[in-house]
């Protein structure tokens, strides 16, 4: 983890920041190894270039925090007394900086306003992207975390496809897929899995229903992952029931042709929008232009959407150690969605797919 916290020296010399502020959440993960939780007690590591980070911690957490063994200072504030003292105590510690960066899609509002009390001479800059850049390209142990999730959603949904079946209802489908994915051996779920049927699969982030009862010749859509040491497995396979008509059929060939391009351009040195645009004009050039709702993908690690992001305008390159989805997909509300999502290392040598779970068209 040392290791990890000196990767924030290239994000203090690019851009000027004196001083980090990082609360529980992946980047705190990545940094510390530490799973915390984001609750109502403050819990803030800040860290100052060429010194020890400095942790506020509720109390009740300093023991299980001292057992990473990370050269911190702590700071421990009880709930009697708040954590405005132990603020202020980093601050004479840190002593006269001009600026801190903060995680802005992280922090929440008091944990802001705090700072902004205790460092009121400071600049608050939102450096959100700078932080979680040090997490786009994953090391060996990180790839083979998500390997191991992703083998083990691979393995549940096989199940799962031996128990669906006419009449079943989507949320039977899905509990069952839960249970699947701990069985397997999952520590928890990347997100609350998506099973949608018929008109429902649709809706690209719908919830599962206990009214409708699957037909033939329904889609069913499956999004999910199980999550292994903290990284998530992203996968999404659409399949039918006992048949299917020759729109479906040429629907999931279209988006089947747009995710397969999507893979064979994630290579070094291209661009994200070139990834993006070979995707989007395979689905652009077919009748269901209309029913396009979303980007081709994002990145995939300790959070299920974070850097970088797979669209058109990102000109950032691919590089060795990104994880990225290729799911595109069609959603024509009167009939059906169809999205196939891949998850894709990035590496030297091209492309490693690390799902397997097969794309050819599956009926049931």
């Given amino acids: 983890m040392i290791n990890r916290l000196n990767k924030l020296e290239k994000i203090f010399i690019e851009t000027g920041i004196d001083v980090l502020a990082i609360v529980p959440g992946s980047n705190f993960q990545y940094l510390t190894g530490g799973n915390f939780h984001l ?41 009697k007394e708040g954590y405005l003292d132990a603020l202020k105590k980093a601050a004479r510690l840190i002593g006269s900086i001009r600026n801190i960066g903060i995680e802005g899609q992280r922090m929440r509002f008091f944990e802001f306003k705090t700072l902004q009390e205790v460092f009121s001479n400071c600049q608050i800059i939102n450096a959100h992207s700078e932080i979680s850049s040090m997490r786009i390209n994953k090391d060996n142990e990180e ?16 199940e799962t496809i031996k128990f669906v079946e006419k009449n079943k209802t989507e949320m039977e489908i899905k509990q069952f897929l839960i249970q699947e994915l701990f069985r ?40 999910f992952g199980a999550t292994i040491n903290g990284y998530n497995a992203d996968i ?5 029931l006992n048949s299917i008509n020759d729109k479906q059929r040429n629907i999931y060939d279209i988006v089947l042709k747009a995710n397969l391009v999507g893979i064979k351009h994630s290579t070094i040195n291209n661009t994200l929008h070139n990834v ?51 799911e595109p997909g069609i959603y024509d509300p009167s009939l059906l969605g169809v999205r196939i999502e891949d998850d894709v290392h990035i590496t030297n040598d091209g492309p490693e797919i690390l799902t397997s779970f097969p794309k050819e068209l599956i009926i049931i």
């Fill in 184 to 223: 397997n051996g999952a520590e928890g779920l990347s997100f609350d899995p998506i099973v949608l049927a018929s008109t429902n699969s649709a809706l690209p982030h719908g919830h599962s229903s206990n009214d409708y009862k699957i037909k033939n010749g329904d889609p069913i859509l499956f999004d």
């Fill in 236 to 240: 999404t396979r659409t399949l039918f």
């Fill in 143 to 158: 790839i083979n975390n998500l390997k191991k999730a992703i083998n083990i959603s691979e393995k549940a949904l096989q």
């Fill in 276 to 326: 993006d645009d070979s995707v989007s004009k395979v689905l652009e050039e077919s009748p269901y232009k209309k029913f396009i709702l979303h980007k081709t993908g994002h990145g995939l690690g300790l959070d299920v959407h974070e850097d970088p992001h797979v669209a058109r305008n990102n000109n950032n390159k691919l590089s060795s150690g990104m994880v990225i989805t290729i």
């Fill in 39 to 79: 609750m109502e007690r403050a819990t803030i590591m800040l860290i100052k270039k060429d010194s020890n980070p400095i942790i506020i911690l509720p109390s009740l957490e300093v023991e299980t925090f001292k057992k990473l063994s990370l050269p911190c200072e702590i700071i421990s504030w009880h709930d």
